[in-house]
């Protein structure tokens, strides 16, 4: 069995093939802000959208990365800074990668 993402306390964390961080978002309804998820490690759906970003200050770029994950799949909109801008792609296995 294949898991997309992972469950760590009241977070779901996936790995991000966009940008190559882990993003982790709070599904704890007690807790702001808190996204919904379908409670299925194979087929993601997390919702609303992740929209994460890093700040390095000077003259380095800001980097950005804001993707819908639906039913396994990670989209990522137009706002990103990273080479799957725009794309649709499979979520991978983070069971391999701790
Ligand atoms: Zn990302």
New binding site residues.
Partial sequence: MSARVRLNGDMVEFK?P????V?SVNIDRESKPCWGFNGDVEKPTITPS?N?WREYGGSRETER?H?FVTDGTIRFLGD?T?DLKGKTVDLPDIAEST
């Fill in positions: 991000c966009g940008c190559g961080w993003h992740i994460a990365c993707s990103c990273h």
